[in-house]
C-alpha cells in the first residue's frame, strides 16, 4: 500500500458529499503499487458478483468443459425479474453459451445469468475463487436467489408488481437492516481489495489461461453503462467494468486503461443510509472517487 494520505482524504471526503459509505481500492496493474479506503470491509456485490461467473465460465471453456458455441434455449418459465435483456422478454430464447455470458455482463441481464450459474455451478466458481486466494468473496446465490429475499424478509410480490420498489424504498433504513441480501454479512459478498485483485488478475492473464482471459476483457470492455466509472474520465480512457445496483446499494468495479500512462483495476462500492434505488449522487461519486485514485497511482509511478 503506498502512502496516499491526500488521495484518501479526498476520495473520504467524496463519499461523504455524496451521502454514501464508501469502500474503494485500486492497484496499478502494471506496478503492484495500491491505495485503498476502507479496503478489507465486507461489501454487497450485487450484479459485480457476476464477473467471477464469467470468469469461471471462461474457464471452463478454455479448459474444454463448454462449447462456448453451443446453442442454449433459454425458455420462458425460466425468466427471472430484472429490465435488461432475456429478462425483459417473453418467448423463449435461444442464442449460444457466450451470447450469454455476453448479456451477463453487458446489460446485466440476470436471466442470462441465472442459466449460466446453472451450467458451470457456483460450487465451481467457488473453488476458483479460493484457488485465487479470494478467501474474502462468497457468491452462495443467484440473482433469483437473491431478489426472493426481499419476497421472504420484507413481503413483497414474487415475481415483483407495480409498487414492490416504492415499498421498499418506503421501509426506510431498517430495510437495509432486515434484508439478507442488503447486509454485507449475509449478501453475496467480498471486499474491494479482493474485487480489485480478482481484475488485476483478469488483466495480468493470471485469472485463468491467456486466451479465457483475453475473452473476459473483450466482454467487460462492452459494458454499456456510463453513469458510474466512466463518468470520472473523458473518452481517451479504455473502461472494462461491471455494475452492481441493489436498493441502497450502488457499485462498480473494472479497470482503467489511461493511454500512455498505464491501467489500474479499481473497485469502488457505496452504500447508501436509506434503502434508495435511484441515487445519482452516489452513481457519480464512484467516478469521482475512482479518478482521484487513478490519478494519484499513476502520477506516483510517472
Known amino acids: 500500500m503506498i502512502e496516499a494520505a491526500a488521495a ?32 478489507d470491509e465486507l461489501v454487497v456485490l450485487a450484479s459485480v458478483f457476476k464477473v467471477p461467473l464469467l470468469v469461471e465460465f471462461e474457464r471452463q471453456v478454455a479448459e474444454g468443459r463448454i462449447d462456448e458455441r453451443e446453442r442454449a434455449r433459454v425458455p420462458a418459465g425460466f425468466r427471472v425479474p430484472g429490465p435488461t435483456g432475456i429478462s425483459a422478454m417473453l418467448d423463449d430464447v435461444e442464442l449460444s453459451w457466450r451470447d450469454l455470458a455476453q448479456l451477463m455482463i ?16 457456483l460450487d465451481d466458481v467457488a473453488r476458483t475463487l479460493r484457488g485465487l486466494g479470494l478467501e474474502q468473496t462468497v457468491i452462495d446465490a443467484d440473482c433469483r436467489a437473491i431478489l426472493r429475499t426481499f419476497q421472504e424478509d420484507l413481503g413483497l410480490s ?42 488485476t488478475l483478469i488483466w495480468r492473464d493470471e485469472a485463468g489461461p491467456a486466451e479465457a482471459c483475453a475473452e473476459m476483457r473483450r466482454i467487460l470492455l462492452s459494458q454499456v453503462w456510463r453513469d458510474r466509472l466512466r463518468s470520472g474520465f473523458g473518452g481517451a480512457e479504455r473502461i472494462g467494468g461491471k455494475t452492481g445496483t441493489l436498493w441502497g446499494i450502488r457499485n462498480e468495479a473494472g479497470v482503467v486503461e ?32 475512482a479518478r482521484i485514485a487513478v490519478d494519484a497511482l499513476l502520477e506516483a509511478a510517472a
Open 158 to 199: 414474487w415475481p415483483p408488481v407495480p409498487g414492490d420498489m416504492e415499498r421498499v424504498e418506503a421501509a426506510g433504513a431498517a430495510a437495509m437492516t432486515s434484508n439478507r441480501s442488503l447486509r454485507p454479512e449475509t449478501a453475496v459478498r467480498s471486499t474491494a481489495r479482493e474485487i480489485a485483485r480478482l481484475f
Open 258 to 289: 489511461v493511454p500512455g500512462r498505464g491501467r489500474v483495476a479499481v473497485a469502488v462500492f457505496t452504500r447508501s443510509f436509506e434503502p434508495r434505488w435511484n441515487d445519482p449522487a452516489a452513481d457519480h461519486v464512484i467516478g469521482t472517487a
Open 106 to 121: 453487458a446489460v446485466s441481464d440476470n436471466t442470462a445469468t441465472d442459466f449460466l450459474a446453472e451450467r458451470i455451478g
Open 8 to 39: 484518501g482524504q479526498q476520495i473520504q471526503e467524496a463519499f461523504h458529499a455524496a451521502g454514501v459509505d464508501g469502500f474503494l481500492h485500486a492497484v496499478d496493474v502494471d506496478r503492484g503499487t495500491e491505495l485503498g479506503h476502507q479496503s
